[in-house]
């Protein structure tokens, strides 16, 4: 079988010349082709007919969607969703610790498990607090994602695939809150372990939010890696193993990149020893 294909991307909301990024990003999806899709800063109309930014991406692409809102502005949803190739069989929503300070919005945990042909697949999305100085609230952060999919992994039936975490985490690889998912710092002596897929099998820094993005220089922040595919994997009979993680949408199309920060996509072993 075909390594899984796992691709996710903060699409910075509405911000910039959206119709354009829309055009850029499902030109760029059509030629990755991945299998799940995580999203953040998802904007999506509440109880109107209009379609959500995730739906849009999704159009015509033969995606099934999931979306979780962290927060409400005038009747539209914030948050995260998950874009799947094969059914979305149950989805939560999962709000995160961190008083959101003017301007922001509440963090989330989107849960879902996707139906596919292999089994059962805990497929997770989450976007922690941004600020550079607000590690200590990640720290928390991290540490109850990594509680909430323990626990919802579990609920999969025993042949489940290994579960799947990706997401913008604004947090750089040695950060306290990094080290503690991939077990190398533990949080209030606790630990886990997840394969950083970039870290075990991509090439150089993997950069995501970097200065040759022109949205992102206009911020002045320092060029960093925060965008991440985890995987709890290899499991006993191999699956989960990363085989392969690169950045994608870091190239701009007659002037205009798909959103603020680059996507990672990750290729993820499906068979069995």
Avoid at 129 to 139: K, N, S
Avoid at 149 to 173: C, M, Q, T
Avoid at 202 to 219: C, H, L, M, P, V
């Amino acid at each position: 079988m075909l390594p899984l294909r796992v691709l996710t991307l903060n699409i910075w909301n509405r911000s910039g010349p959206w119709e354009h990024r829309l055009a850029v990003l499902r030109a760029e999806l059509r030629a990755l082709d991945p299998d799940l899709i995580a999203l953040q800063e998802v904007l999506c109309p509440e109880g109107m007919p209009i379609p959500g930014q995730h739906q849009q991406i999704a159009e015509g692409l033969g995606y099934h969607a999931a979306f979780g809102s962290s927060a409400s502005l005038g009747g539209i949803g914030y948050g995260n969703a998950i874009l799947s190739r094969w059914p979305i069989a149950r989805s939560e929503l999962i709000p995160l610790e961190g008083t959101p300070k003017a301007g922001d919005f509440a963090c989330s945990l989107l849960a879902t498990e996707i139906e596919a042909p292999f089994g059962p697949l805990p497929f997770f999305t989450t976007h922690l607090v941004w600020r550079l100085h607000e590690g200590a609230v990640r720290r928390r952060q991290v540490a109850a994602v990594a509680e909430h999919v323990a626990r919802l992994a579990k609920v999969s039936r025993a042949e489940a695939f290994p579960a799947i975490l990706a997401g913008d985490f604004n947090a750089e690889p040695d950060s306290d809150e990094m080290r503690f998912l991939r077990g190398l710092t533990p949080i209030e002596g606790r630990s886990v372990y997840f394969a950083d897929c970039h870290a075990v099998a991509g090439e150089g820094r993997g950069i995501t939010f970097s200065k040759r993005n022109t949205y992102a220089a206009e911020s002045r922040e320092p060029e960093r890696r925060i965008d991440y595919v985890y995987v709890r994997g290899p499991d006993r009979k191999g699956r989960g193993q990363p085989l392969s993680a690169r950045v994608c949408f870091d190239h701009e199309v007659e002037g205009v990149f798909a959103s603020d920060h680059f996507g990672v996509l990750a290729r993820i072993r499906v068979d069995e020893d």
